[in-house]
């Protein structure tokens, strides 16, 4: 959405920095009673007084890097999905867009040309790309017009499953197909497979809320309020969608969803061990009447085989290009989890009749053998399986699904989740490794609410809403620690531009296994996390929900590193 950014300094909300850590940011050696809270961005100089665009951090291409050049075509197509023609955004004719493979180490240069009637931009998700290539207009480019092309540039630094996807009101433009994977191939793979598959898993909306979403980027209309009131519906009855009401402008904009006017009472915070409740099990199936397909990779016929002889050893990497969180299992053969959000897992051990709670935007890779029967299968435990049986695959004989032998609803919801917070042990080379108790330059309180505005549900950081949040300040070379608490009913899949970071608790209870490094952080209701990350790529760097109906309403925030200026129009800015 077009963003009427709020840059003006709000002197209500100075005082309540003041008060005491309401804005949640204790910065003691930087943080003066006289300093205005700005939002989204703040003028705060860097070293020296200096101030630096964003636009200024370029790749740096090492003499002689490979460069694997890429073009990716934003164009209309008509899907077929599950027999229904289904109008949507796609990047070369296909959603997800093609598969985008490198080798570690190369330069991936990828033009974009755009042939949609609406503007776009693509993220890198979890590539730490350098701060003018992230793909977030208003802050890192202005948007690529219709009929418009545009060329990123990035070094492909870090091996592991990343992917692409539309940072131009996203919500709408991820949700109507402008997605897809990335994968990075690693120059010594710790877990060579012989088979390498990308899943990419992702809701569509149903035909009347599809229609009501292109009609809302048509119009540019695309207000957080207006969209909220859309959704709120869904959210609150669960089931169907209310597509198109409240999808006029909504002339009241930013200024009414600053305001909550119910927050929604969450969870009791959650302590010692880990086990799914009936709230966990109530999220999942938040917003699911507004989906009308679900799919791997383009498939929603749920009869997608991925070719393996038995005796094969199968790296399978699944993105999650949706909003919902997916419980998948693997059935036919004993499986490990060798990768989250692209790092690798040290020592990770092998499971049966766990399920893997992926949420929005992680992607897990999983290894496992096939079987002499023949084939294994990645199946749908979702607490709704009837409506998305389709997020299966095969992995096998190419009959596989004629010989499946089906799998019990009953016994396979008792299966308990996987617990990536005592998963694997030890550590692999070259990890830097964050202490709780340590010294860090800034800490930050990120408090996740969900309420009512006068326009719709708002999503909150800290009792505001996007745009009027202030900036998590950070100068380069900081330790930053983030303590989230998800004081909400909803599963808040929270990701961090530009960097990955270790987790380090998870209510209050340290990490116990392998270190587990991210970039999207599924925190379930009622849980609390602390993590950490070195500021080392200067930028400016969202960090919010990818829930993308919440980003649109509200859950962003800033990492603003001192001195980076934006010249950009920020009232282009869009999540
Ligand atoms: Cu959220």
Redesign the pocket.
């Known amino acids: 959405m077009r963003r009427r950014a709020k840059l003006s300094i709000a002197a209500g909300a100075a005082a309540l920095a003041v008060a005491g850590g309401v804005m949640g940011v204790h910065e003691a050696h930087r943080a003066t009673a006289t300093q205005a809270i700005e939002a989204p961005l703040a003028h705060v100089p860097g070293p020296g007084g200096t101030y630096t665009p964003v636009s200024a951090f370029q790749p740096r291409v090492p003499k002689g890097a490979r460069v694997d050049h890429f073009t990716l075509t934003a164009e209309y197509r008509t899907l077929t999905l599950g027999g229904e023609p289904v109008r949507a955004m796609t990047f070369n004719g296909t959603a997800p867009g093609p598969l985008l493979v490198a080798h570690q180490g190369d330069v991936m240069e990828v033009t974009v040309r755009n042939r949609l009637s609406v503007p776009l931009t693509i993220h890198w998700h979890g590539i730490p790309v350098p701060g003018a290539e992230d793909g977030v207009p208003g802050v890192t480019q202005n948007p690529i017009p219709p009929r418009g092309s545009y060329t990123y540039e990035f070094v492909a630094t870090e091996a592991g499953t990343y992917w692409y996807h539309s940072h131009e009101a996203s919500f709408e433009e991820v949700g109507l197909g402008l997605y897809g994977a990335i994968v990075v191939l690693p120059k010594h793979p710790l877990y060579p497979a012989q088979r390498d598959y990308t899943l990419v898993l992702h809701e569509w909306p149903n035909a009347s809320t599809a229609k009501a979403m292109m009609a809302n980027l048509a119009s540019g209309a695309r207000d957080v309020g207006s969209m909220s009131g859309m959704m709120s519906g869904g959210m609150m009855n669960g089931a169907g969608s209310t597509g198109g009401m409240g999808m006029m402008k909504s002339p009241a904009g930013n200024e009414t969803r600053t305001s909550m006017l119910h927050v929604l009472p969450g969870p009791a915070l959650r302590t010692g061990t880990f086990a799914p409740t009936a709230d966990d099990y109530a999220a999942l199936d938040e917003m699911a009447g507004m989906y009308g397909a679900f799919t791997v990779n383009q498939n929603a016929d749920g009869t997608t085989v991925l070719p393996a002889k038995p005796g094969d050893l199968v790296r399978l990497r699944i993105v999650n290009s949706g909003n919902m969180t997916h419980l998948l299992t693997i059935v036919g053969a004993p499986f490990r989890v060798v990768a989250l959000d692209g790092h690798d897992i040290a020592n990770p051990g092998w499971l049966k009749g766990v399920l893997l709670p992926i949420g929005a935007a992680e992607r897990y890779d999983v290894e496992f053998r096939v079987p002499p029967s023949g084939a294994a299968y990645l199946v749908s435990a979702d607490p709704d399986a009837t409506a998305r049986q389709e997020l299966r695959a095969a992995i096998g004989d190419p009959g596989a699904w004629a010989s499946f032998p089906g799998i019990s609803a009953a016994a396979i919801e008792r299966e308990p989740w996987f617990d990536f917070t005592d998963y694997g042990r030890g550590r692999l080379p070259g990890e830097t490794v964050f202490r709780l108790h340590e010294t860090y330059q800034v800490r930050y309180d990120m408090k ?1 609410t969900v309420g009512m505005s006068q326009t719709g549900m708002v ?1 909150a950081i800290n009792g505001r809403v996007f745009p009027n949040i202030p900036p998590i300040i950070v100068h380069k070379g900081d330790a930053v620690l983030v303590h989230i608490v998800n004081d909400s009913p ?4 929270m990701h961090l531009h530009g960097h990955d970071f270790q987790v380090l608790t998870r209510d209050g209870r340290p990490v116990q296994g392998s270190l587990i490094f991210l970039d999207t952080l599924n925190v379930f209701p009622g849980e609390s996390y602390d993590i950490a990350f070195r500021a080392d790529n200067p930028g400016l760097w969202m960090f919010h ?1 990818h ?1 993308l109906e ?1 980003a649109a309403s509200g ?1 962003d925030v800033m990492v603003q590193y001192a001195g980076v200026t934006d010249p950009y129009p920020m009232n282009e800015m869009s999540e």
Request: some cysteine.
């Open positions: 996740l999503y909803y599963i808040h899949p929900c829930d919440h859950m």
